[in-house]
């Protein structure tokens, strides 16, 4: 392994359901809101990096009421070579560091909805975030 994780941490949380109606139409229709998820990184220091891996709910259908449900997940990492290549830096950032992440920052997320009276909130238990790596880079 080229890298260790040294810190993580919630950097930020937002769950503001805006009215009755909306937590009424949720708790019904979950099934029509998906889970986002998006990464973004930026180096700390030569050899430190802090990864960003955020999860959010959005409707899918235009008549839903938007709610603000929103986890970023910082992971700190330290890079064990200076020279790495940047395709390998952007497989750990964008593969590596968010496969070995995902099952904690899951539990957190799940675990607001149904301290809230939610309880069939169905979020995938594993992501292929190396084939959505690939997929991008075919983009």
Do not use: C, H
């Amino acid at each position: 392994m080229s890298y260790k994780i040294i810190g993580k941490y919630i950097k930020e949380l937002n769950f503001n359901i805006p009215s009755t109606k909306a937590f009424y139409l949720l708790s019904k229709d979950i099934v029509n809101y998906k889970i986002n998820i998006d990464i973004k990184s930026r180096r700390v220091k030569q050899n430190v990096i802090e990864v960003l891996t955020s999860l959010n709910l959005s409707p899918t259908k235009s008549d839903f009421e938007v709610i603000d449900t929103k986890i970023i997940f910082t992971t700190i990492i330290e890079l064990q070579n200076e020279k790495i290549e940047k395709d390998k830096l952007e497989k750990i950032i964008l593969v590596d560091v968010p496969s070995t992440i995902y099952g904690e920052l899951r539990k957190i997320f799940i675990g607001l909805f149904e301290s809230s009276g939610f309880k069939d909130v169905k979020i995938s238990e594993n992501v292929d975030f190396l084939g959505l790596y690939n997929m991008k880079k075919i983009q």
